[in-house]
Structures are given as structure tokens and as C-alpha cells.
């Protein structure tokens, strides 16, 4: 199958795992499992479960653990928009080219589908059902944790609003980074790697490829945030300069933000250079992630 | 050793245990871990951890298991507080006795700081350090993952935002506290049940016991509303008549409200009867949860 088959095929069954996962509709409290459900189905790239995916394919992991690792990805990834777009952080109305969910509902039920959602992802990784050794299992729902705590994700996003208004070094820059976004994006990656038998040196290696990685993704949203319009965004262009925050652009300019993208992507094929052939889908979505055109 | 010296050092033991889980102020991003701590710890009555310790006695699990499993729940508990008096939920500003997080720290924080405080009570519930068989580890997880969720707290609070200038029926408000309270508590003596090995009898024994135990706790928090006074309560009193919510003191009067209580006390120390004395701990802390002179 070609790439592009691929990652629709992933994007298809994840979409289904997430379905199942979520409370129905029609179960108390409706209007809660309604903006849970608004905001996970039926929109996004899907990139944290690919990334799930693609690297478990490098360890033939079984299809049903990476679905329960990706949509766990995907569900925190979720619930961290719901709560960046609240009129106290973001403020924004506009989301995968949709109203966002506190617009769409109210600011509270928003709140609430955010805290529900979390819970939720560390529910589906702590499911029996999963195909892998249980020590294992505990190891990836403490990654999870990690990854999405004050030390990952949300520690990211406060340093993220710490730094409005701040000129920033490139260092800073990047560290922010690794923990608002990459941290999420490192665990999809590993989680992969533990649904399949990954030693801890093809883990060492996946985390170094997952954190360049998760820098070029973050180069690219930077680029694309000038350079693309609201409509082909699905969410609010412009808004860093808007909002006036550091990003790889306001630091280096546009050539040398898209030089560093350029290397960066470099270096995140040279990571996977010891995996060979086995790597192909990393390789592939490395690539499609650097070109964005989806 | 009687149980008011029990009490204070299981207190003692879950304020260290808080303390070492929680991320030192000094790491990076400070603020956020500043809110964190400050949201955690010195206060609160630890009732969750109480409950978690005494149900542990009855099965004689190990400490260390116990304190984790008690944290893990308190965690929850705070980060729940934490959103709770956010403005664009009850708009409070105080708790503990002391400024809630947001007027302390400011919205954003206090937002992040509850979500980062979800992740850290799943951080330590994986943790390889307890004693207890991997398979009810995962099975611990996953019971404080649907008691925090949107078929427990977060569906509790969804259900008691929307219940607001409604009148209720008592048995509306006891499916909304049963998911808004209950589910927490009910989590804290299931995990220490599950910290011992109890057979799948006495956990459903101590479900039910949990349950009625749940609704005495909101049943006194309602007479305490209106018969206490901020100073003694920590927390502002007489919020539920200002904010025209149904309570059982709104729906049966006073008098009604309090035989319930007495009722359901009853009940709870029934549910434990087949334990005889091992239960003794429960039982005490029963009585002191239906006194809360504490």
C-alpha cells in the first residue's frame, strides 16, 4: 500500500476506535458527550495516532494496542485545544473549521469536555484489553502522564503564556516547544515503540528522532501560520504575530526558519537510519509532516 | 493507638507523600508548579486518603501502596477544587481558608495547574513503586479513570452546572452527587481495597458501602452550608441558597434532611457488618465524617 492509502487507512480506523471510545450521546450528560464527541470526531489530521501507527508497524505491534495508544494520544491532544482556545488562554472561535467548543457550546461544558477527555485517555490505555505485556503497559500510561503533565504539555503551555509579550532566545524558544508540543508527539512515538517490543536502545533512538521531530512540526505551524489563510488552516491564521509571541519566524526570519526546518528534517531521517528498511513509514510521514500538505 | 491519632498521622504521611510527588518550585515552569503546590498542599481534611488507609487496614495492605493509591485521589480532588471555583464555574474565591488558585495565582494558571494535577494523580497511580499485583494496578487505573470522568466527577459537575436554578427531585440529586462526589469517594475505598487483595465480594460490599457513605458526606456538606459560617467552614457558606441550587435541606427542610443523614449512616455501618472488627477503622471514620467537627 502506498503512503497516502496508509495514513487514510489510519486515519479511517481511528476514527472508529475514537467513536467506540467515547460515552454516546444519548447517555447522562448529554450536553457533555456532546461537546466531547464535537470536539475529537470528525476533524484533525490524526498526526499523534500516524505517528503511533508508524512506529509500531516498525515492530509489528498488533493493530489493537497502537488504536488504544494513538486515540489515548489523540484524546489528550484534543482536550489541550479545548482548553488553549477558553477565552483565558487563547480566546479563539475557530477550530478545525469549526466553531470551538466553548463557542459552540458554553465555556464551562468546555472546561468540563477538556478534564472528561483527559480522564478518558488514560481510561482507554489502562484497558485489559491490550495486546502487551503489563509492566509494559504501566510504563505507557506513565509516559502518558509525563508527557501530558506540568512537565510535558501543560507545563509547555505555560511557559507558552509566560512568553507573550517576551522576546525570546532561540533557546527558550525551543524548550518551550519540546514540552507544549513535542512532548505529546515523543509519546505518540513511544508508545508505538512499547505496543511492539522495542529495546531500550530503540528507544533511546525514537526519542531522539521524536523530539527532532517534534521541533520540525513545530517550525512548520510557525511558516504556515504566516503563510497560510484561516480557510486552509481550519483555525485562526496570523495569530502569533497577533498575539505577539516568539516564534521561529519573529527570531530568524523566514529563509533561515525554513533553513533550520530543512535541517531538522534532516536529522530526523538520519535517527532512523539504524531501523533500515523497517522505518519506511516513518520515513514517509517524516516527510509528509515536513510538507504539510494535508 | 485511638483514631483521632490515627487520623492526624495518616494526615501527616499523605502531607509528605503529596509533598514528594508534587514538583519542587524551583523547577521550571515555577509558577505553574508554585499554583500546583499551593492548590495541594497544608489544608484540607484528607478524606479521600482517610478513606483510602482505613479500607487498606481491613485487607492490612502495605503503607507505601496506600499512600500512593491516597494521593492519587487527593490529587483529583484538588484539581477538581481548582476548576470548581473558576469564574466561569462557581466564581469563588475562597478555599481552605485561603484565596483560591486563580485570585492567588491567575486564571490561566490555575486552569493548567488543574490539568497538570489529572496527569500527575495517573503519573503516580502507574508507578512501578507499589506493592500491589500488576493487573490491579491497571485495574486501579481504570477506576480512577471512570470515577474521574464524565460517568463520575466531571459528569457530576456537568450535572450540577446544569441543575442550576432547577428544581430538582431527590432522586436527580442523588444520581448528580452520587456522580459528583460519591465517585471520588467510592475510587478511594475501592483502591484501597484493591491495595489489599479483597475478593471481588467485599469490593462489591465496599461499593455499596462507599455509595451511602458518598451521600452522607453531601447530605452534612448541605447543613453545614447553611448552618455554618465562613470562618469555620474554610470555604464560603451559604453559596448554595445564593446560587439557587437544590440540596436535600432545599427539597426536604431541615429536620428531613438530617434524619436522612441518619439514615444513611446507619446504612453505611450496615454495609460493613460482614467485616466484623477489622472494619473498626471504617467504622470510626464513618462516625467522623457524619460529625465533621474536623
Not at 494513538?70 to 488562554?89: G, N, V, W
Not at 502518558?144 to 510535558?152: H, I, K, Q, V
Not at 521524536?210 to 501560520?225: E, H, P
Request: some cysteine; charged content about 20%; hydrophobic content about 45%.
Amino acid at each position: 500500500m502506498n503512503f497516502l492509502g496508509w495514513a487514510a487507512s489510519i486515519q479511517q480506523r481511528t476514527e472508529v476506535a475514537l467513536e467506540l471510545a467515547l460515552p454516546p450521546s444519548h447517555i447522562s450528560p448529554t450536553r457533555l458527550h456532546d461537546a466531547m464527541r464535537y470536539a475529537v470526531l470528525g476533524g484533525g489530521k490524526r498526526v499523534r495516532p500516524l505517528l503511533c501507527h508508524a512506529t509500531g508497524d516498525l515492530f509489528k505491534a498488533t493493530l489493537h494496542s497502537l488504536d488504544m495508544a494513538a486515540i489515548a494520544t489523540e484524546l489528550i491532544h484534543a482536550y489541550s485545544l479545548i482548553h488553549d482556545d477558553l477565552p483565558c488562554m487563547d480566546n479563539d472561535v475557530l477550530r478545525r473549521g469549526k466553531p470551538t467548543c466553548h463557542i459552540e457550546f458554553d465555556e464551562v461544558t468546555a472546561l468540563l469536555a477538556g478534564d472528561a477527555l483527559q480522564a478518558l485517555a488514560f481510561h482507554v490505555l489502562s484497558s485489559h484489553s491490550l495486546d502487551v505485556d503489563l509492566s509494559h503497559q504501566l510504563d505507557m500510561l506513565n509516559l502518558l502522564a509525563t508527557a501530558s503533565g506540568s512537565r510535558g504539555m501543560a507545563g509547555g503551555q505555560a511557559l507558552d503564556i509566560a512568553s507573550t509579550n517576551q522576546q525570546l532566545t532561540i533557546a527558550e524558544l525551543e524548550l518551550m516547544h519540546i514540552h507544549k508540543t513535542g512532548a505529546l508527539i515523543r509519546a505518540a512515538v513511544l508508545l508505538g515503540a512499547h505496543c511492539g517490543k522495542a529495546t531500550s536502545s530503540e528507544l533511546d533512538q525514537l526519542s531522539h528522532f521524536a523530539t527532532r521531530l517534534g521541533l520540525l512540526f513545530q517550525i512548520i505551524d510557525d511558516i504556515l501560520d504566516i503563510e497560510s489563510d484561516t480557510a486552509t488552516l481550519g483555525k485562526t491564521a496570523g495569530k502569533d504575530v497577533a498575539q505577539n509571541k516568539s516564534t521561529y519566524v519573529s527570531l530568524l526570519g523566514k529563509t533561515q526558519a525554513k533553513e533550520l526546518a530543512v535541517c531538522l528534517l534532516h536529522e530526523s531521517h538520519a535517527a532512523l537510519s539504524s531501523f533500515g528498511d523497517r522505518a519506511l513509514r516513518l520515513h514517509e510521514l517524516t516527510d509528509f509532516i515536513a510538507e504539510r500538505n494535508f
